[in-house]
């Protein structure tokens, strides 16, 4: 089952009680008092861990606590700390305050440790009490309680590519084409009702992740559709392929302005995203002019015919677009290629582009870092 969204109340370990004790051995006239402190409560501490892909261990659970401080002892002996609590999380877990949905933590790197919540102190013992006016003390101090937060954690899939298209276009078919991931498929919409996540081999020593979310329809920025509720898996994405349906009633034209927008109106940092474009079903398109059709929608993008890289490997004669790698324009599309899943018409060559693409995305990052 795949969770992407959980509110829990977290507490931190409260601190054990100081002791009150005095010291009583044969040969030791009026020892004096030997109270103990308490230990301290255990912490909350957030893991993050590759090998957990979604927040689905939380189902059912509405407060995780960490163990409490054991109290302090005699002949000055402290209380055991409490054991603190670790919680598992996956890459690109956010931590929300619950109250005012401010975002107190953003964990994305494995193997991160990071303490959220602090156990409570614990009390002093008797000891710490004595002096010339009172040295009999007969008191010591509770242990302080520990942190408590009430979080809601949103989890935000982290991917090279992410999928974006209106329902039932071809995504799962593609993802299932390219990768490792094994998404249900069927012909009719919203098939795929939580993100899929598939490893895309290019060679020995390349690879990339793809992402593919439900699909996003018109108004979908809006809380329409599944669309919204899954869009923020798309945030983390290094880039965007769009997939246009050339067997779809709607113009193509039309299938990218509407995709474009809602992104747009979502976050402008995600629609801001390097992107490419795959024009899918090429092998199943009923217009007599498909190619006049692409040549259409090239020129609205005011895109030119560019022949590819040959390791591409074309099949097919329909027109595509692929911009140079060195002179790259962020503002454009990388490239507009027809293809289809089920004949693996091109299916090749998109692998190649989108690890081009990539790795263009990756050069970029490590300039700026």
Same mark, same amino acid.
């Given at each position: ?9 977290? =507490? /931190?370990g409260k601190g054990g009680p100081g002791a009150?004790?005095?010291r ?5 006239i009026?020892?004096g ?12 501490? %957030?893991?993050v861990?590759?090998?957990?892909h979604?927040? =689905? ?10 163990k409490n401080g054991?109290a302090g002892?005699?002949r ?15 890459p690109? +877990?956010?931590?929300?305050?619950q ?5 107190l933590?953003d964990? #994305?790197?494995h ?5 959220? %919540?602090e ?6 013992g008797n000891?710490h009490?004595?002096?010339? #006016?009172?040295?009999?003390p007969?008191?010591?101090q509770?242990?302080?309680?520990g942190q408590i937060?009430a979080?809601r954690?949103e989890l935000?899939?982290? /991917? ?7 329902p039932?276009?071809?995504?799962s078919t593609?993802?299932? +084409?390219?990768?490792n991931?094994?998404p249900?498929?069927a012909n009719?919409?919203?098939t795929? %009702?939580?993100?899929k %996540?598939?490893?895309v081999? #290019?060679?020995m020593?390349?690879?990339?992740v793809?992402a593919d979310?439900?699909g ?11 669309g919204l509720?899954?869009l923020?898996?798309?945030?983390r994405?290094?880039?965007l392929?769009?997939?246009?349906d050339? /067997?779809?009633?709607r113009p193509?034209?039309?299938q990218?302005e509407t ?7 979502y976050?402008?940092l995600?629609?801001s995203?390097?992107? /490419?474009?795959?024009? +899918?079903?090429?092998?199943?398109? $009923?217009?007599?002019?498909i190619?006049?059709d ?6 609205h993008l ?9 390791? $591409? !490997?074309?099949?097919g004669e329909?027109p ?7 002179e790259f ?5 990388y490239?507009v290629?027809?293809? =289809? ?6 299916t090749?060559?998109? !692998?190649f582009?989108?690890?081009?693409l990539?790795q263009? #995305? !990756? ?7």
């Amino acid at each position: 089952m795949f969770i992407d969204t959980v509110e829990l109340t977290l =507490s /931190a370990g409260k601190g054990g009680p100081g002791a009150v004790s005095f010291r009583r051995e044969k040969h030791v006239i009026m020892g004096g008092p030997d109270g103990g402190d308490g230990g301290r409560g255990g912490d909350i501490v %957030l893991c993050v861990d590759n090998n957990t892909h979604t927040l =689905s261990h939380f189902k059912g659970k509405r407060a995780l606590k960490a163990k409490n401080g054991e109290a302090g002892m005699g002949r000055n002996m402290y209380g055991k700390k409490g054991e603190s609590l670790e919680v598992i999380i996956p890459p690109g +877990t956010q931590i929300l305050d619950q109250e005012n949905g401010e975002v107190l933590m953003d964990l #994305v790197e494995h193997g991160q440790k990071v303490v959220f %919540l602090e156990g409570g102190m614990g009390g002093l013992g008797n000891t710490h009490f004595k002096n010339s #006016v009172n040295q009999r003390p007969t008191h010591s101090q509770p242990g302080k309680p520990g942190q408590i937060k009430a979080v809601r954690l949103e989890l935000k899939l982290i /991917a090279d590519v992410g999928l974006v298209g209106f329902p039932n276009v071809g995504k799962s078919t593609l993802i299932s +084409t390219l990768s490792n991931a094994t998404p249900e498929i069927a012909n009719y919409e919203f098939t795929t %009702l939580t993100p899929k %996540l598939g490893m895309v081999e #290019v060679d020995m020593y390349n690879s990339y992740v793809m992402a593919d979310i439900p699909g996003i329809i018109e108004g979908a920025s809006e809380g329409r559709g599944l669309g919204l509720e899954f869009l923020r898996h798309i945030e983390r994405t290094k880039c965007l392929l769009f997939m246009i349906d050339l /067997a779809n009633y709607r113009p193509l034209i039309e299938q990218y302005e509407t995709l474009k927008q809602e992104l747009v109106k979502y976050s402008s940092l995600l629609s801001s995203r390097y992107f /490419a474009i795959a024009l +899918t079903r090429y092998d199943g398109a $009923y217009s007599e002019n498909i190619a006049g059709d692409i040549e259409a929608f090239l020129a609205h993008l005011k895109l030119e015919v560019c022949p590819p890289k040959e390791r $591409y !490997r074309l099949t097919g004669e329909l027109p595509s677009y692929f911009q140079d790698y060195h002179e790259f324009d962020a503002k454009k599309p990388y490239f507009v290629l027809p293809l =289809s899943s089920v004949t693996h018409g091109n299916t090749e060559a998109l !692998r190649f582009a989108l690890s081009d693409l990539v790795q263009k #995305v !990756r050069e970029d990052e490590t300039r700026c870092c």
